[in-house]
């Protein structure tokens, strides 16, 4: 997956590291995906957010290059059935371009 800054494109994750593809985004177009591993990123601070799964304990995650907000990273989930997502990262589909993808 590439995001495409203003002039370049900077690679943040790979389409084999995608673990959920659909899930529904609190803020900007509402779609995203969840990952298991990205790049080429830099992390806001921690904090405290409800989202539409429940409270979780997140940071959010911006282009290494153009410092543009594209996902969050879930650190803590407070309920039991969201436990699957911490350590896992969420990317807005709006901010990225599938390239070399199979799927």
Same mark, same amino acid.
């Given at each position: 997956?590439?995001?495409?800054?203003?002039?370049?494109?900077?690679?943040?994750?790979?389409?084999?590291?995608?673990? $959920?593809?659909?899930?529904?985004?609190?803020?900007?177009?509402? $779609?995203?995906?969840?990952?298991?591993?990205?790049?080429?990123?830099?992390?806001?601070?921690v904090e405290d957010r409800i989202l539409l799964s429940g409270l979780?304990?997140?940071?959010?995650?911006?282009?290494?290059?153009?410092?543009t907000k594209i996902g969050w990273k879930y650190e803590k989930a407070?309920?039991?059935?969201?436990?699957?997502?911490?350590?896992k990262f969420i990317l807005e589909k709006a901010h990225l371009v $599938?390239?070399?993808?199979?799927?």
């Open positions: 997956i590439r995001r495409p800054p203003r002039s370049t494109q900077s690679r943040s994750s790979a389409a084999s590291d995608v673990y $959920k593809r659909q899930t529904q985004s609190t803020w900007g177009s509402g $779609k995203a995906y969840l990952f298991n591993n990205v790049v080429n990123i830099t992390s806001g601070p979780h304990t997140v940071c959010d995650l911006f282009c290494k290059n153009c410092h407070f309920d039991e059935s969201q436990k699957y997502k911490e350590g $599938k390239k070399y993808w199979t799927y």
